[in-house]
């Protein structure tokens, strides 16, 4: 978006309203770190989805006109407007952090116009880019890593490639050169050698991402319609933008704690007998298990809100019931699309009360999703989000205790929705290429704040599709992946951008869904997904079944061995949840996350960290039995061999299909617990501390694990701290849980006893 001279300015407290020869456009400031740039009449900006509530903070801004421009002071960052409405972003000492491109863009060209004529001649679809609203050209030095932007393929750094902003459900097995897949969050973080910043684009059509990949001198982003409107956000590290981009979008509530737990699910648990099977060997191999999921088999022919009741004996809610009494929450599916049926009441209602999006001509838009001939409800409207909303509670009175969204790009079977389907947005009328990337996240608040209204618990949904600020409401999971090595080594840097893109409670179908998984492809995904903060088994009907009874003895040991490790720490994964609640900081993080200047680290693809104190480096690669290891700078010790190992350092690791390299941070004091099949079997009485020398500190976090009482207080927040000797001690930093621990015991990495701590 290039405007003409700039001609003058007003300021309205923080907002400076700019006047480029007859054209407006403005720059606020929402903090002294937060720069929100928008380009089009105040006037036709409309509700932000990702953002809730006013972010502003009051900043005191000095703005002087000057040659070269208009430059604006927060305090932390100087922004310079230019003729032609460039800006340039500085930090406080007035160096260039992010700096507009003056020159123009250089598309690669990929085919001549007579190829692509000859193309379309043969029925092929030609290259020709589509016209924009904007392009926004962003200066680059060479030394920019890019993060973030959801669940995109490919590496974790995401410099060198494009992507497109549209939610889609490719059935095909998904590659590195997908430009999209089932979520939208237009944010990304820049690491330079100097600088980190990050901008997040609020714009819910169809939007592009260029990160480099046509030129070494820019990157582009830009959106097919709509304003400009984006957001640039100053740090002086990753965790530091990534605060400040949840503290305008959201952080994920603390969920309830079985949901970290084990979840097991299958498309083609079809009736009672086949999840009775499933829930008793789990308990016979003794692999702990909080949730078993149904899929669409268990609804009245694929119809929403319904239970096929013959399939459960008749008595859904006693076979749930019973379910729940053996530890096990139900969650069930749930997809958009309402089966166009004359009787069925939820369609009957939506079509009465206007609920579901129209044609251009005002008819019920009809496509074909698993029931057949469906509706789509208009979730833009509030009131059709609080109608969605209350049907839950026909689920939560059947005994369910989660909500799985699928299917809500909106995705259909005969073909996409067109652009020009008639949408609602919070009382105006949209469309279709508005709305459809806005879709599912505004289905899932609809969801959490039905099961919200109808149960007192922390609401756990998950989703397939989401926006930008969707965590506030809901879990999400990569979707559709395959039984491929290729798939299990996408995981790692797939979740953890997911992480940097705001997105903390997420997972991947372990073993992956389609087609048919290999023991030994089993046994190394388990290793993973072990430590992803949604720990879900899933594959399709028509697979090789995947629960690991099916591979063998020793697969067995090895699903049971790592499944028991997550239990023992949940503890520390619910500690890192209540964390990020405050602050945004993922579950599952890059190593960049915490070591910013270390070049093994900005693009280290088959590691990961387990908060700041776990570092994971699995094997996932067919065959292999050992594999090359990084540890970065500091002191660590083999979680396995108790070895001490000084980084940063590369090193061969012996790694048999039974052991995924774990180590731990020195310093470090991990909060465990005894074994237990289900979340709650067994009384949290005794709090159990794995010690590792160093110098650390750590606090931990107690309280009910269901509902929101702690955020009233009621919780008890222990404050630990470790020396470099092993010695510990400890303090109550908050008593407000009427069952804190009756007793805390410690031991010291190498140590075989258990001594007790006294506070």
């Not at 770190?33 to 903070?57: L, Q």
């Not at 698993?370 to 789509?376: M, R, S």
């Not at 833009?380 to 699928?406: I, Y």
Request: negative net charge; aromatic residues 16%; charged residues 25%.
């Amino acid at each position: 978006m290039r405007l003409g001279k700039l001609t003058g300015y007003q300021m309205d407290q923080q907002r400076i309203k700019l006047d480029f020869e007859g054209q407006e456009a403005c720059i606020e400031i929402i903090t002294p770190f937060i720069i929100h740039v928008f380009g089009g009449e105040i006037s036709s900006k409309k509700s932000s989805k990702a953002i809730e509530g006013d972010k502003m903070i009051p900043v005191k801004i000095q703005i002087e006109e000057k040659p070269d421009g208009l430059w604006i002071d927060t305090k932390e960052a100087f922004v310079r407007v230019s003729d032609g409405f460039y800006i340039d972003i500085f930090d406080k000492k007035k160096i260039i952090v992010c700096e507009d491109y003056r020159g123009e863009r250089e598309p690669l060209q990929r085919v001549s116009e007579e190829a692509n004529k000859l193309l379309e001649s043969e029925g092929h679809t030609a290259y020709r880019e589509k016209e924009k609203a904007f392009e926004i050209l962003k200066c680059m030095d060479g030394t920019e890593h890019f993060y973030g932007l959801g669940d995109k393929t490919g590496f974790l750094d995401k410099r060198y490639y494009e992507y497109e902003m549209w939610n889609t459900d490719n059935p095909d097995p998904h590659v590195d050169c997908f430009k999209a897949l089932y979520k939208t969050i237009p944010f990304f973080i820049t690491r330079t050698d100097t600088h980190v910043y990050g901008i997040f684009l609020d714009n819910t059509y169809k939007s592009y991402f260029n990160m480099g990949q046509e030129s070494e001198e820019y990157y582009w982003f830009g959106a097919e319609e709509g304003n400009l409107d984006y957001y640039y956000i100053a740090g002086l590290s990753i965790p530091e933008v990534l605060e400040r981009y949840t503290s305008l979008t959201g952080t994920c509530p603390l969920p309830q704690k079985w949901t970290l737990g084990y979840h097991q699910s299958r498309w083609g648990y079809v009736t009672q007998e086949d999840i009775e099977e499933v829930a008793f060997l789990l308990r016979k191999y003794d692999i702990p298990c909080d949730a078993i999921h149904f899929d669409i088999d268990y609804m009245q022919d694929y119809k929403v809100f319904t239970w096929n009741q013959g399939r459960y004996h008749n008595n859904a809610e006693a076979f749930l019931q019973s379910l729940s009494e053996r530890g096990f929450k139900p969650v069930v599916i749930n997809d958009p699309g309402v089966k166009k049926e004359k009787g069925y009441e939820i369609y009957e209602e939506g079509v009465t009360k206007g609920f579901f999006v129209k044609t251009p001509e005002g008819e019920v838009y009809i496509n074909e999703v698993w029931p057949g001939e469906a509706a789509f409800p208009d979730f833009g409207n509030p009131s059709v989000r609080e109608w969605w909303g209350d049907k839950q509670k026909f689920l939560l009175e059947k005994g369910v205790r989660g909500v799985w969204n699928d299917m809500n790009e909106p995705a259909s079977f005969k073909g996409p929705l067109p652009n020009d389907v008639v949408f609602t947005d919070e009382g105006q009328q949209s469309t279709h290429k508005e709305m459809h990337n806005v879709y599912g996240h505004l289905m899932a608040k609809a969801a959490y704040n039905g099961l919200k209204k109808w149960d007192a618990r922390r609401p756990f949904v998950i989703t397939r599709a989401c926006y930008a600020g969707s965590q506030k409401y809901t879990t999400a999971w990569t979707g559709d992946n395959t039984s491929l090595w290729s798939h299990i080594q996408m995981v790692i840097p797939q979740l953890c951008n997911l992480g940097l893109s705001g997105m903390p409670f997420v997972g991947t179908d372990i073993g992956g869904f389609g087609a048919d998984t290999t023991p030994e492809l089993l046994a190394r995904w388990i290793q993973v997904g072990c430590f992803s903060p949604l720990f879900r088994n899933h594959s399709a009907a028509g697979t090789r079944r995947q629960e690991p009874w099916y591979f063998g003895e020793k697969v067995i040991e090895i699903y049971r061995k790592y499944v028991k490790l997550r239990y023992q720490w949940i503890p520390y994964f619910y500690d890192l949840f209540y964390q990020e609640e405050q602050t945004g900081a993922p579950i599952m993080r890059p190593l960049v996350f915490h070591y910013e200047r270390d070049c093994v680290a900005r693009a280290c693809n088959d590691e990961f960290m387990v908060g700041s104190q776990i570092l994971v480096a699995p094997v996932v690669q067919q065959g292999m039995e050992k594999r090359m290891v990084y540890l970065p700078e500091g002191i660590w010790y083999d979680y396995w061999t108790q070895e001490k190992i000084e980084g940063p350092v590369w090193f061969i690791r012996e790694a048999p299909l039974e052991v995924c390299p774990i180590y731990i941070k020195a310093g470090s004091i991990i909060p465990v617990m005894e074994p237990q099949s289900y979340i709650g079997e067994k009384p949290q009485d005794t709090l159990l501390l794995d010690v590792y020398p160093g110098e650390g500190m750590w606090d931990h976090y107690l309280d009910n694990g269901e509902d929101f009482a702690y955020r009233d207080g009621f919780y008890h927040q222990y404050q630990f701290a470790v020396k470099e000797d092993g010695t510990v001690n400890g303090k109550i930093i908050h008593a407000g849980y009427e069952k804190p621990y009756k007793k805390i015991l410690v031991k010291c990495f190498g140590e075989k006893q258990w001594r007790e701590l006294v506070l």
